[in-house]
Nanobody
Framework: QVQVMESGGGLVQPGGSLRLSCIVS????????LGWFRRAPEQAPEKELE????????????YYSDAVKGRFSISKDSPRNTLYLELNSLKPGDTAVYYC?????????????????WGQGTQVTVSS
């Protein structure tokens, strides 16, 4: 049984930092595309989650959305089956529920977009 569990969210002031962790069990961690996605409070639930940052299986190519490039950093610890996301210089606009996913990319992509296993999410709130 595959399990995906995020942790590390919380309340932080603008300019602050957080580190999110995602432990994936029940599958071959290095054989999947891995990624972080988010849903902002104002986003309609029927809309797709926003891609934040991903690591592609095979060549470990990284992806960052324009909104987080230069501020967030993704990494993984394969022996621990753990995916990380370092969030720095946080802004109120980063407030969202952050989800971790393991799955398969579309051809030419980086982020897992099909056959995904998802966690339940961790809340990040950036506010003074």
């Amino acid at each position: 049984q595959v399990q995906v569990m995020e942790s590390g969210g919380g309340l932080v002031q603008p300019g602050g930092s957080l580190r999110l962790s995602c432990i994936v069990s029940g599958l071959n961690f290095d054989s999947y595309d891995l990624g972080w996605f988010r849903r902002a409070p104002e986003q309609a639930p029927e809309k797709e989650l926003e891609e934040v940052s991903c690591i592609r299986e095979g060549d470990d190519r990284l992806y960052y959305s324009d909104a987080v490039k230069g501020r967030f950093s993704i990494s993984k610890d394969s022996p621990r089956n753990t995916l990380y996301l370092e969030l720095n210089s946080l802004k109120p606009g980063d407030t969202a529920v952050y989800y971790c996913a393991a799955g398969r990319r579309f051809s030419g992509g980086v982020c897992p977009r099909q056959s995904n296993y998802w966690g339940q999410g961790t809340q990040v709130t950036v506010s003074s």
